[in-house]
């Protein structure tokens, strides 16, 4: 069927839609062609499709290369998160008791005058001043119940005020029956709904049905905006329409003014399906799809979680304890139906006694509860593990490989933590941990960064940070070899290192300042340079070959 929209010029009903983006209407030619200085800035190169497994979806609409920016978007709504200690109501600033200044029209504390004569505070100041009573806030620093309405008023407050933004808010999926009566629904009736009606006295502005599906647009479709501590809530259009994949083809990432920017992390070919990994790709199979039934509502059966070895990595096996057998235990599928409304696989009530985890070398079978029990154990082993400890962490992996595979996801967890820790806590930093601990370091990158590779290639923040501990790691391994035998060994090292960083420097390149990774980036960049003049300075020393 062909949707009918507004000329993006005259607004007059138009059929026609740009052929590459299938985004924006026009009436004529003459129209498209007046509109295209503008619109060039914004056309992408992706377009919007529907189907009934995922709903709306975004596809590819021409050859887009890793690292190539597919949409940068503005919020349409920003908020704090539902559950914040008091914040700035018009920056995300978490606010000091003693150094606010509240809001001379409604009263909510602010941490400059500036804050408060900004728009995007205005719904919460217009209901407050309708209520008659300005708001006073006594408590910081811990979770404050007044904030949890907040990102879901500002959604109403459009209804009213800006009926395109509002219609656009509407029209992004919302799973009403799915989450009606989940804990969250019951929680979100009770702190955000209630509070609406009774301390903003809205009850007979805004129904049962309008509060709940604005808070269901922000739950399926909210990014938190990592930018500040604590982070706040974003709700854009066009990136809402992007599917999940565990093993992602893109990646999202921030500006420093908040917009969203979506990016290629592997070649896509015109009509492939652009997805983001709407959960922690670190996670086991099992944690991500009820992770993604309880909160996204939907069971997913992407390749990687259709693939019990998850591309032959082996993410999820556990070895078999057969004497004398080599092979890893493997369930037949993970593909099994997720009760909605539930929360996390217990070997207690899964029921699964049925289901049995095999191994292809001996043939043994042992049962899913045994196993969910041994997941289970190591799980909150790991939880338990004392933070910055090294050798804990050391023990840990020592002690799990007798159970799990290598590549294992709670190994790759505990080694990732190692891997970052070593260094860190020295005051030399590198140059001042043993050897053998610089070998882990080295080893442990290498393994977590090819492992990504495959698991998630778009996982860029990731690698990229990785890769820039890997690059550490081999120049410190040069220098420590040249030492031994001569300056000229360092020359292959550096080398080495500035090939990784420039890999890192590269796939960090959109990550703003605020974030760890942008600071990473930036020091990247700084250290290229001095490898730069290092590698020539060793060139030059090199002994003529004549
Ligand atoms: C942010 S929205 C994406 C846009 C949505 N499809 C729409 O039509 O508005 C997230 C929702 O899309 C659907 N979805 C996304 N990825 C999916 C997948 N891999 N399999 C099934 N459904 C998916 C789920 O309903 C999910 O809650």
Not at 77 to 84: K, L
Not at 175 to 189: A, I, S
Not at 403 to 408: K, N, V
Not at 461 to 474: I, M, P, Q, W
């Amino acid at each position: 069927m062909t949707q009918i929209g507004s000329c993006a010029i005259c607004l007059a009903p138009a059929e026609q839609k740009c052929g590459n983006c299938q985004w924006v209407h026009y009436c004529s030619r003459d129209h498209q062609k007046q509109h295209w200085k503008t619109h060039k800035q914004y056309c992408t190169p992706a377009t919007v499709k529907t189907d009934e497994k995922y709903g709306r979806y975004l596809e590819a609409t021409r050859p887009i290369k890793p690292g190539d920016v597919i949409l940068k978007e503005s919020p349409l709504i920003t908020g704090p998160a539902q559950v914040t200690p008091p914040v700035c109501l018009g920056c995300y600033k978490m606010l000091e008791e003693d150094k606010t200044v509240p809001c001379n029209k409604c009263g909510w504390p602010m941490c400059s005058s500036e804050c408060s004569a900004r728009d995007v505070h205005k719904p919460e100041c217009f209901y407050t001043q309708n209520r008659g009573e300005k708001v006073k806030i006594s408590t910081y620093g811990v979770p404050h119940p007044n904030y949890q309405c907040i990102t879901v008023l500002r959604c109403l407050y459009q209804r009213d005020h800006d009926q395109k933004l509002w219609s656009k808010l509407q029209a992004l999926q919302s799973h009403c029956e799915d989450r009606r009566d989940t804990d969250k629904w019951n929680n979100d009736r009770k702190m955000v709904l209630e509070f609406i009606w009774k301390f903003f006295k809205l009850e007979t502005t805004f129904c049962e049905e309008d509060i709940m599906k604005c808070c269901g647009i922000i739950q399926i479709n909210g990014h938190e905006v990592p930018l500040l501590e604590p982070e706040y809530v974003a709700v854009f259009d066009k990136i809402s329409m992007v599917e999940h994949n565990c093993r992602a083809n893109c990646n999202k990432s921030f500006t420093s003014e908040g917009d969203i920017i979506l990016c290629a992390g592997s070649p896509l070919s015109p009509g492939t399906h652009i997805s983001v990994c709407y959960t922690d790709p670190l996670w086991g199979t099992e944690a991500r799809r009820h992770h993604l039934a309880d909160s996204k509502f939907f069971e997913c059966t992407c390749e990687r979680c259709s693939d019990v070895t998850e591309f032959g990595t082996m993410y999820s096996a556990v070895k078999c304890k057969k004497k004398n057998c080599k092979g890893y235990l493997l369930p037949e599928t993970f593909i099994l139906p997720i009760l909605h409304k539930t929360t996390s696989p217990d070997p207690k009530t899964r029921g699964l006694d049925n289901k049995f985890w095999k191994c292809p070398v001996c043939e043994d079978a042992v049962s899913d509860a045994i196993i969910q029990q041994l997941l289970q154990d190591i799980g909150k082993e790991l939880s338990a593990l004392p933070k910055e400890d090294p050798d804990a962490c050391e023990r840990f992996i020592e002690h799990c490989s007798g159970y799990l595979h290598p590549s294992h996801y709670y190994i790759t967890d505990a080694g990732l933590a190692l891997a970052q820790m070593i260094g860190q806590q020295h005051s030399l930093g590198l140059a001042g941990v043993s050897d053998d601990r610089l070998l882990l370091k080295t080893q442990l990158c290498r393994k977590i960064t090819t492992l990504l590779e495959t698991l998630g290639p778009a996982e860029t923040r990731l690698r990229g940070s990785l890769l820039f501990e890997l690059h550490a790691a081999v120049a410190e391994t040069g220098r420590r070899k040249s030492l031994l035998d001569g300056p000229m060994v360092m020359l292959g090292y550096v080398t080495e290192s500035r090939k990784i960083l420039s890999e890192s420097a590269n796939l960090l390149r959109h990550e703003p300042v605020e974030l760890p990774e942008g600071q990473v980036a930036r020091q990247a960049r700084i250290n290229l340079i001095q490898m730069d003049d290092l590698i020539e300075k060793l060139s030059n020393a090199l002994p003529s070959p004549l």
